[in-house]
């Protein structure tokens, strides 16, 4: 069973970049076909996708937040990172990572973890 696990800090100051990073066991995050993706859910607010990374390390962004976010991985250890720079409190929100056998599937998901942009 694949498990994804969410981690990082909780409290992020703004002006400073978040990294987030995301394990994943009981499967590989090079396994052909599959996509895995951060998506964030502010307070009140729907979910929104911010940018996957591909079983082949192609990456594809969401246009309102290209300018501040990366994504990388690092296959040997199973993880992918997300990188969000900037910060402002506009950025708080509980952020998942998540994983699908294509790039508009999750079939898999972390529990989530809250970040707070504050002072």
């Known amino acids: 069973q694949v498990k994804l696990q969410e981690s990082g800090p909780g409290l992020v100051k703004p002006s400073q970049t978040l990294s987030l990073t995301c394990t994943v066991s009981?499967?590989?995050?090079?396994?052909?076909?599959?996509?895995w993706s951060w998506i964030r859910q502010p307070p009140g607010k729907g979910l929104e996708w911010i940018r996957y990374?591909?079983?082949?390390?192609?990456?594809r962004y969401s246009p309102s937040l290209e300018s501040r976010t990366s994504i990388s991985r690092d296959t040997a250890k199973n993880q992918f990172t997300l990188q969000l720079t900037s910060v402002t409190p506009e950025d708080t929100a509980v952020y998942y990572c998540?994983?699908?056998?294509?790039?508009?599937?999750?079939?898999?998901w972390g529990q989530g973890t809250q970040v707070t942009v504050s002072s």
């Open positions: 009981g499967g590989s995050i090079t396994t052909t076909s599959y996509y």
């Open positions: 990374i591909s079983y082949s390390g192609s990456t």
């Open positions: 998540a994983g699908g056998s294509s790039d508009r599937r999750y079939d898999y």
